[in-house]
């Protein structure tokens, strides 16, 4: 089966600080996304890659910045962590013609 | 943007009874993709069922669901609940893989099923 991991599985950080959030495929996949998910809002797309060195902004990418080093390593970096970024991270990958598959998530919580 | 309307939060039945969870969607694309997604409790979202075709009913799991684009709707449905049915449900849509997958979600709706 498909195999997204992320770590840390979770995380409390500090107002102001620099959390990077990472993600690794093991399926060959070209497409890596990142989506936030919180109670009512379901989970909303903030980055996405199509290949290694190429991001692109999703629906909500104010206060995140992404990098796609390789293939396989896709993380999401908050460089002045704030309260409203606490939520759990979901990444995921996929191709063209195959469903996307999911990481177990990661919680972050902002202090 | 596109969009996607989940109306119910919560649903809760006694096990046995119909499920019915609904789902509209706004978009542009006259091809959309409509998928629904679970998720269990401290578990990733994972796919449930996703359909392409006009009217056509896709079944997966003892669950259902009908595209109908005349009415921009992806219902999900199953004819008896079960405990184990318990979970979060995503009803998601993307333009195609010409797209990339990329999905734009619901706000979800949790199903909570009883004895």
């Known amino acids: 089966e498909a195999a997204v991991t992320q770590s840390p599985r979770s995380k409390v950080a500090v107002t102001g600080g620099k959390v990077t959030l990472s993600c690794h495929q093991t399926?060959?996949?070209?497409?890596m996304y990142w989506y936030r998910q919180d109670t009512g809002h379901g989970l909303r797309l903030i980055h996405y890659s199509y290949v290694a060195d190429s991001t692109e902004k999703g629906d909500i990418p104010d206060g995140y910045k992404a990098s796609r080093p390789s293939q396989e390593n896709f993380s999401l970096i908050l460089e002045l962590a704030s309260l409203s970024q606490t939520a759990v991270y979901f990444c995921?990958?996929?191709?063209?013609?195959?469903?996307?598959?999911f990481g177990k998530g990661t919680r972050l919580t902002v202090v | 943007g596109d969009s996607v309307t989940q109306t119910e939060g919560l649903v809760t039945l006694t096990e046995g009874l119909p499920v019915m969870l609904n789902c509209t969607y706004q978009t542009i694309y006259s091809n959309p993709f409509l998928f629904w997604y679970v998720q269990h409790l401290n578990e990733s979202p994972r796919l449930l069922l996703k359909s392409f075709t006009d009217n056509k009913r896709t079944e997966h799991q003892g669950f259902h669901a009908t595209l109908h684009k005349s009415s921009s709707s992806f219902h999900l449905q199953k004819s008896s609940a079960q405990l184990s049915d318990s979970a979060l449900y995503y009803c998601a849509l993307s333009d195609g893989p010409s797209s990339g997958q990329k999905l734009v979600f619901g706000q979800g709706t949790i199903l909570k099923v009883y004895l």
């Open positions: 995921a990958s996929s191709d063209t013609n195959t469903e996307v598959f």
């Open positions: 399926n060959n996949h070209d497409y």
